[in-house]
């Protein structure tokens, strides 16, 4: 148990290791090169700030991904139940007037919870009723979604109100701006009383304790509840599990909606606190990052917002090195490839290693 | 009536410029999957094809770009097959790793060696050739006139791979090992290297698939130019039932669909992203059975261990 | 020259047995070297002429076949005596546990693989089904347990009909399964030994308002584990650490603490030593002996005319003939697990 726990340390290490062949191809040391990453994530305030905000979605990815694969399901289509929640929750942030904020932001978020659900229902249905691969059918419903909410974006919603950016010809490609009332508050407020001071331009937010939060409930969910232990025992043996009587396509079907879910909720970060409006160009790959996430925390609660927290402060790093030490943010992409790839390795070989061990131990017992 | 025949013509040449790349990469889908490894890392090797192709054309011609392109690919191949065949991993995870890693790649290389992350400069495309006699009727001109090299090229490859699966002793072991690795390992049939050559295989014909894209078809490397075409490739696998001719037939189809696509901008009826939706629907409808049936190979994502290992 | 079969005779009918030992025999007058591999006494005793006895990985001790009794090979295989006959107490046959009438089961690529099949279970007996494999046993029991769709006929438990139930529904009034393959079907191998003492229970008594009652579920299993006799290192390990024997043992454990009325065992014995093998008779046997109703399923005919108070035999996917043991001669029984002999409204052999 404790040696399966070091797969993510080999995996971190290694890819450490890759990206700092590739800073000596360009002539960099990655002593100083990693040096200049540390002292710009830690030592200032707003790297801070950025780190809690860019950890935020992916806490909510890693968890989707995470909560689908206990049951057996790999959830790729977490990228496009994303668009879908974030297209709703904008439409409701927008279309819907005169609430107090107290009812609209509950609203919207819920509404982005649904647009997930919504997206995850038809892979889902078409796993448990015809047995389509989720893989598959999961990566088309991604691509149909980005279109579909192209469409929306651009003419359906389109603002054709909004107000000329100066110097930019023509009105940008993006819903009307979201209701006040449906913004999600910064945490600033909340870290004073900690003293730590954020700055202004930083957008950590409520998503994130809210988040976390999460994380606490779906390991009991997981853990101690009679759903969580049907999940795992579909997850590990579908066969067993119908035999014991527990009914296999239903807690399939309610693992796969309850990751899509929590999947609409990846993009509000983004959207209810930072943008305030929706665009063409709303970030992507939140899903994909979900699956590292969730592999590199071991699918465990606090694994996944740990994992969560150390590929925002790559991201944050790749920025810094861009900017002080000009060596290529995409080093840590790269990294973050790697790294995902040596723990899926390290995982089966340390597994295969520990199996072994406790196999001659259960012998020898 | 000539004006008609040749909007048909220039349809179905548009429709053959945007199918020939998501052709050559379900190829590659197929070896893969027939061995018995799911390749969601397509794209990724696409990517790499793209850029390595347009790098090699850059220094030395396109001859030299498709030749790095299908090292390229193939160089990424060999991570996935060591991955899924020799540590056994979750190909899926493994996959979506590489389109991580190859996106990364691609661009810290395009910022080092062109000193711009997201374009290079214009690259030299292959001489293309008209085709005797039929070039010279003025409707098929669109059609025969002018043709990339590539295009017969990819034609012969999905003769060619359709006769090495179903008429080859090789064909046969690459199915065994996909549909029933552990009767093919009670035969004699190696397992581990076939899946290496299939995987290896498919990450050659992505690499030619994005040195399609980037030297004759842009002539130019554009960061994100394969916009998910390795998974309409995988799409077209599915739909193809993964048999080469049938894959390369909806490959055309779901290039029509593509070039549609453009056409319905102009017209604007129906709106275009709906179009592009066209080819993913399908897939779905196909996985949901309203639309035929279409087997996987049966041991195709699961990794083979022998007992004991 | 040397040729190996592993446990060949397993699936074959007391006929063929002989056949098949009569072939060895040629080959080794006409000087060939065999290694034959059983767990079967009799037969190794039969066949044999000099017997190696392997117990876990090693070998205990080797010995010429004229020297041995069934009881001393027994003895080494398992490491102490070993009781070769079973102490029955007559049968006490009640109400019906188990009845089925007429039941159609469709198998792979829709084929019938149960063709009107009816029998009865009285609590306090138990009723054995042999046959050879693949004469639809499988689908039957997978079809009792609502594992499988019903295409024809009834089943019913106590007097209720079950046949379209769900597998827990039919469960739920005291219906315990233990299914021919313990490693798909019976335990989930990654999971912990514990939790593998609740499955199908999760919903049942160990729940405290929406969560499991981890300390109640623990205790429940530390009991079943010492009841049973299961050998583990900790509770807290997965399944699949577990040797064969004592994975079917937590598998009896579960299914017969829920004090059900019928019991369903699909091949209980199946790949089990002589240790295990006779803790798993003993513990049928003490559920008939305490009134339950059970039916018992397994390709091995020896174990099943030993075990059951009534049997019937499995071909072409109906019960060709129903008797006692003792009632009918070994050879007779072959011939209608072949095929050859069938009921009296026996149209020929059944092929499709």
């Known amino acids: 148990m404790i ?29 100083q090169v990693f040096g200049v990453m540390f002292r710009f994530c830690l030592g200032r305030a707003d790297s801070f700030g950025t780190i809690l905000f860019k950890a935020t979605p992916l806490i909510f990815s890693g968890l989707a991904v995470g909560l689908a694969l206990r049951a057996g399901i790999l959830n790729i289509g977490v990228e496009g139940q994303y668009l879908t929640g974030a297209i709703l929750a904008a439409w409701v942030g927008f279309g819907v007037k005169g609430l107090p904020g107290f009812v609209h932001l509950p609203l919207a978020v819920a509404a982005g919870m649904v647009g997930g659900a919504l997206w995850s229902l038809v892979p889902a249905l078409l796993k448990v009723r015809r047995g389509a691969h989720e893989v598959i059918s999961t990566i088309m419903m991604n691509y149909i979604a980005q279109h579909l909410v192209h469409y929306l974006i651009a003419d359906v919603f389109m603002d054709k109100m909004q107000m000329p950016i100066p110097g930019l010809g023509s009105a940008r490609v993006r819903t009307p701006l979201i209701a006040k009332t449906a913004m999600i508050p910064k945490v600033h407020g909340l870290l004073a009383l900690l003293g730590i001071a954020l700055p202004k331009h930083t957008y950590a937010n409520w998503l994130l304790p809210f988040g976390v939060a999460l994380a606490v409930a779906t390991y009991y969910l997981v853990w ?78 606090a694994g996944i917002v740990a994992a969560a927290f150390l590929f925002a402060f790559l991201d944050r790093g790749a920025e810094g090195i861009q900017a002080l030490a000009s ?14 790839l040596s723990i899926v390795v390290a995982a089966e070989v340390v597994g295969r290693y520990a199996r072994n061990l406790q196999r001659k131990e259960a012998a020898r017992g | 009536m000539s004006l008609v025949g040749e909007f048909v013509a220039e349809m179905m040449a548009s429709a053959i410029r945007m199918g020939i790349p998501i052709l050559l990469a379900a190829l590659g889908a197929i070896f893969s999957e027939r061995s018995g490894v799911i390749n969601i890392g397509l794209e990724g090797m696409m990517m790499f094809g793209a850029f390595f192709g347009a790098l090699g054309s850059y220094l030395g011609g396109p001859v030299l770009g498709l030749a790095l392109a299908i090292a390229g690919g193939t160089a990424l191949a060999f991570v996935h097959a060591m991955g899924s065949v020799t540590f056994r991993v979750n190909q899926i995870v493994s996959g979506v790793a590489l389109n991580i890693l190859a996106y990364g790649c691609v661009r810290f290389s395009s910022i080092t060696i062109f000193k711009m992350a997201t374009t290079s400069p214009h690259v030299a495309k292959l001489a293309s050739i008209d085709v005797p006699s039929l070039s010279r009727i003025p409707v098929l001109r669109p059609l025969f006139g002018g043709v990339s090299p590539m295009v017969p090229l990819a034609v012969c490859l999905a003769l060619a791979s359709y006769w090495l ?47 399609y894209l980037s030297i004759e078809h842009t002539g130019m490397y554009v960061e994100g130019m394969t916009q998910g075409k390795g998974y309409i490739a995988l799409a077209a696998t599915i739909f193809g039932d993964w048999s080469p001719l049938r ?32 080819p993913y629907a399908m897939t779905l409808a196909v996985l949901a059975g309203v639309v035929g049936r279409s087997r996987p190979p049966a041991s195709s994502g699961v990794p083979y261990e022998r007992e004991g290992e | 020259m040397g040729s190996s079969r592993t446990s060949t005779s397993a699936v074959l009918t007391p006929g063929e047995v002989g056949e098949l030992f009569r072939s060895l025999r040629n080959l080794r007058d006409r000087g060939k070297a065999i290694v034959f591999i059983s767990h ?34 027994a003895e080494m295989m398992v490491g102490r005596p070993v009781l070769l006959e079973l102490h029955k107490k007559p049968r006490q046959p009640g109400e019906a546990g188990l009845r089925v009438k007429g039941l159609v089961v469709h198998g792979a690529g829709r084929r019938p693989a149960v063709r009107g099949v009816s029998f009865e279970v009285r609590r306090g007996e138990i009723y054995g089904i042999a046959g050879v494999e693949g004469n639809g046993q499988t689908e039957l029991v997978e079809a009792l347990m609502g594992l499988r769709p019903i295409a024809g006929g009834t ?48 919903r049942a008594r160990l729940r405290a308002r929406w969560f499991l009652d981890t300390r109640a579920v623990l205790a429940h299993a530390v009991r079943l584990v010492e009841q049973f006799d299961v050998r583990i290192g900790d509770i807290g390990m997965p399944a699949a650490t577990l040797s064969g024997g004592n994975q079917q043992k937590l598998i009896l454990a579960r299914e017969l603490s829920s004090d059900p009325a019928v019991i369903i065992a699909s091949q209980p014995m199946r790949g089990l030593d002589i240790g295990a093998g006779e803790f798993v008779n003993n513990k049928l046997l003490e559920a008939r002996d305490a009134g339950k109703a059970v039916l018992m399923v ?55």
Not at chain 2, 173 to 193: S, Y
Not at chain 3, 166 to 189: A, F, M, N, W
Request: with cysteine; proline share 5%.
């Open chain 1, 3 to 31: 040696l399966e726990a070091t797969s993510p340390l080999i995996a971190v290490v290694f890819s450490v290791l890759v990206g700092s062949l590739l800073m000596v191809l360009v002539g960099k040391s990655p002593v």
């Open chain 1, 224 to 301: 101690k509840t009679p759903f969580g232990y049907e999940v795992r025992s579909v997850g590990h043996n579908p066969g067993a599990a119908e035999a014991s009587g527990i009914r296999v396509a239903e807690t399939r079907l309610k693992a796969f909606v309850l990751s899509g879910t929590i999947a609409g909720l990846v993009g509000l970060s983004d959207l209810l606190c930072y943008f305030g409006y929706m665009d063409v160009d709303f970030p992507k790959g939140y899903g994909f990052t979900g699956v590292a996430v969730a592999l590199l925390g071991r699918n465990s609660a």
């Open chain 1, 327 to 340: 060596v290529p943010m995409d080093v840590i992409v790269i990294l973050q490839g790697v790294m995902i």
């Open chain 2, 165 to 211: 699966i179903q008429r080859t002793v090789f064909g046969l072991r690459l199915r065994a090992v996909g549909e029933n690795p552990l009767a093919a390992d009670t035969v004699g049939v190696p397992v581990p290297p076939l899946r290496y050559v299939g995987v290896l295989l498919s990450g050659a014909l992505a690499g030619l698939a994005g040195a």
């Open chain 2, 247 to 278: 894959a390369s037939a909806v490959a055309m189809l779901f290039g029509f669909a593509e070039s549609l696509s453009f056409r319905v901008v102009e017209g604007g009826t129906i709106p275009y992203q709906f179009i592009k939706m066209i």
């Open chain 3, 40 to 73: 079967k006494l009799d037969e190794v005793l039969d066949i044999a002429d000099r017997v190696t006895v392997l117990r876990q990985g090693r070998v205990v001790g080797s010995a010429l076949t004229a020297e041995l009794t069934e009881a001393r090979l």
């Open chain 3, 155 to 202: 089943v019913s438990v106590l007097g209720r009909e079950t046949s379209g139930l769900s597998t827990s529904e039919i469960r739920r009034p005291g219906v315990s399964y233990i299914p021919e393959d313990r490693q798909k079907r019976g335990l989930i191998l990654p999971m912990t030994i514990w939790e593998n003492e609740i499955l199908g229970h999760q």
């Open chain 3, 298 to 352: 397994s390709s091995d005919l020896e174990e099943v005319l030993s075990l059951s108070d009534r049997v019937g035999i499995m071909y072409g996917g109906r019960i060709v003939v129903e008797f006692q043991p003792g009632e009918m001669q070994p050879a007779e029984i072959g011939e209608y697990m072949l095929g050859v002999k069938g009921p009296a409204d026996w149209k020929g052999s059944v092929t499709a």
